[in-house]
């Protein structure tokens, strides 16, 4: 089988359909049809199931796909090494991460990565919707997880703490809850959308409990829940970093210590795709992020 073939279907897949594909390979749509109906053919099996939307791989077509991630991630090494010698690192990286933690957190460190590596260009998008790593052709995402999707790599860049706070005017005004029910009694600020319920996992003494809440202001702009909070608004349940500064200039009070509460997931993952992003510039950056992680982890 071509390897040629391969990474036409690596092409498809990534452009997410034919016509996409073919103004990346600066070829006619037919003629890329043709390479596809051919690879098909070899192979005696469908490979992509066609929407009227998008593209679907097949089991097989996501065994040839893999492979042709291989052979696609082994070239743009080749090439890598060959354009940059024992030079600066060079090369384009597209980057996912969410708004707050990404804002707040990450930008410092973003910051010091593009002074250490002036060739690498970063393409920074802020926002918290899960991407389909293919279809938005991102290279790295930050996510807020539970669990990494099984078809991504994931490199763990530390807990995720949701905290119960409040302002302290808010607090000496109208109290803090005590309890975990109590929260149903108090204006709930979170990244939830509004009209439909936040379930709310927590945790205390090892048992767990699930608690739904219905928000009053709700947003995935994490600085905005933060000024609501600081503007008197009601209980906070937001990430602890959006905070740790007004609890420690005593601003911000928090509530339910005793309690480990969990919104969207409790881990923060670097997600990439398998075999495809494993150039020595991609590889830098990941390490960069995860030595990052850790320290501030044991701050």
């Known amino acids: 089988m071509e390897s ?55 089991e097989v077509g996501q065994r040839l796909y893999q492979q042709g991630c291989v052979i696609k991630n082994a070239l743009a090494v080749a090439q890598e090494a060959a354009s940059q010698g024992q030079t600066a690192l060079q090369g384009l990286i597209r980057l996912s991460v969410p708004n707050g933690y990404g804002q707040l957190v990450m930008t410092p460190w973003l910051l010091q990565f593009k002074h250490l590596h002036p060739g690498i260009n970063l393409d920074v998008i802020f926002e918290n919707r899960i991407h389909d790593l293919i279809r938005d052709e991102v290279d790295l995402a930050v996510r807020v997880l539970s669990d990494p999707p099984q078809n991504l790599e994931a490199r763990d860049l530390g807990p995720v703490n949701v905290i119960a706070c409040a302002s302290r005017e808010y607090a000496e005004k109208h109290g803090l809850p005590q309890q975990l029910d109590d929260l149903k009694r108090f204006p709930t600020i979170t990244s939830s959308v509004i009209g439909k319920k936040l379930r709310v996992a927590a945790t205390q003494a090892g048992v767990r409990h699930e608690l739904l809440l219905e928000p009053s202001l709700a947003s995935d702009n994490f600085l905005f829940l933060r000024d609501a909070v600081l503007d008197d608004l009601g209980v906070g349940l937001v990430a602890d970093y959006l905070v740790q500064e007004h609890i420690a200039s005593g601003k911000v009070v928090q ?11 409790n881990r923060m993952h670097l997600l990439f795709m398998p075999d495809k992003y494993h150039t020595r510039t991609v590889a830098t950056f990941i390490e960069f992020l995860v030595d990052k992680a850790k320290l501030l982890a044991h701050v």
């Open 4 to 58: 040629i073939a391969l990474l036409h279907l690596v092409e498809i897949v990534d452009a997410g359909n034919i016509s996409a594909a073919a103004r990346r390979l600066k070829m006619t749509r037919a003629n890329v049809s043709y390479h596809l109906n051919q690879l098909e053919r070899n192979v005696g099996a469908k490979l992509l199931r066609r929407t009227t939307r998008s593209l679907a791989l097949t």
């Open 255 to 265: 509530a339910l210590r005793d309690w480990e509460l969990s919104i969207f997931g």
